[in-house]
């Protein structure tokens, strides 16, 4: 799942509902991603006896920070990095970005970028990879894109959402894709509803069916995937991207 290499793992975490949270791991350090709860990513690090290093959130929504604090009990050195604009509503942050924004994390670098939508303040992490070391970029991108679809407007605006998604648009085709939810079945078939007879749409989905009865998780997805059949990023313009956002919020399979 995703790119196999021994020093750039990343490992999924399945908890609540539909959340994923992410664990990236190289040597014996791990960088945690949006963890909704704190119990499962305990047991994980100590198992395979990792120490965190730091917590990347995305956004302030409960099951995205909501286990944080017990994490930093385990480990109170782990940095939590999030959005400066959003340090009210993301307390524990103990490294606050911006835009644009570079850090270095486990020897990769990480491009910090704005994408607000699903909320006002929310951030992807983009981790740039290289070919020398043969890793692929990776996004971790919260609850802006997910698999064949995108997060709900909670705060932002439907141009908002528009111009996050073809900021995205904009990254190498061969980024992996990593969500917070795994949502990406529903949203195939909502897909497949307006364009039935698209064919790398009915392809996804008969994979996706296949990997979720199997107990397997669909992500991470390659952006180029995305792009063949996630209607939100095929949209040409805020209004394409509206009426879509729309139509899928009342979609009833």
Same mark, same amino acid.
Do not use: M, Y
């Given at each position: 799942m995703g790119q196999?290499?021994?020093n750039f793992i990343i490992h999924p975490i399945p908890v609540l509902m539909d959340n994923i949270i992410w664990i990236w791991v190289k040597n014996n350090q791990a960088v945690v991603v949006d963890p909704a709860i704190?119990?499962?990513v305990i047991n994980w690090l100590n198992d395979?006896?990792?120490?965190?290093?730091?917590?990347?959130?995305?956004?302030?929504?409960?099951?995205?920070?909501?286990?944080?604090?017990?994490?930093?009990?385990?480990?109170?050195?782990?940095?939590?990095?999030a959005a400066k604009r959003d340090i009210e509503r993301i307390p524990?942050?103990?490294y606050s970005v911006t835009d644009n924004e570079t850090v270095t994390l486990l020897d990769e670098k990480i491009t910090v970028l704005e994408v607000p939508g699903h909320t006002s303040n929310h951030i992807?992490?983009?981790?740039?990879?290289?070919?020398?070391t043969k890793i692929d970029p990776v996004l971790f991108c919260g609850d802006t894109l997910f698999g064949a679809g995108c997060g709900r407007l909670f705060e932002g605006t439907p141009n908002q959402m528009f111009e996050s998604l073809q900021r995205i648009n904009t990254l190498p085709k061969n980024t992996w894709i990593y969500c917070a939810h795994e949502y990406t079945k529903a949203n195939l078939q909502w897909a497949q509803s307006i364009y039935p007879e698209d064919s790398y749409i009915k392809k996804r989905l008969e994979d996706v069916i296949h990997k979720r009865e199997k107990g397997l998780q669909s992500l991470p997805s390659k952006l #180029?995937? +995305?792009?063949?059949?996630?209607? %939100?990023?095929?949209?040409?313009? #805020?209004? +394409?991207?509206?009426?879509?956002? %729309?139509?899928?919020?009342?979609?009833?399979?």
């Open positions: 196999e290499n021994k704190s119990e499962p395979h006896k990792l120490t965190l290093n730091s917590i990347l959130q995305t956004h302030h929504h409960e099951d995205h920070i909501g286990g944080t604090k017990d994490l930093l009990s385990s480990w109170p050195s782990a940095e939590v990095i524990l942050q103990t992807c992490f983009f981790v740039h990879g290289s070919k020398k #180029s995937e +995305e792009q063949k059949t996630n209607l %939100f990023l095929r949209a040409k313009t #805020s209004k +394409e991207f509206s009426e879509l956002r %729309f139509h899928k919020d009342n979609w009833q399979s």
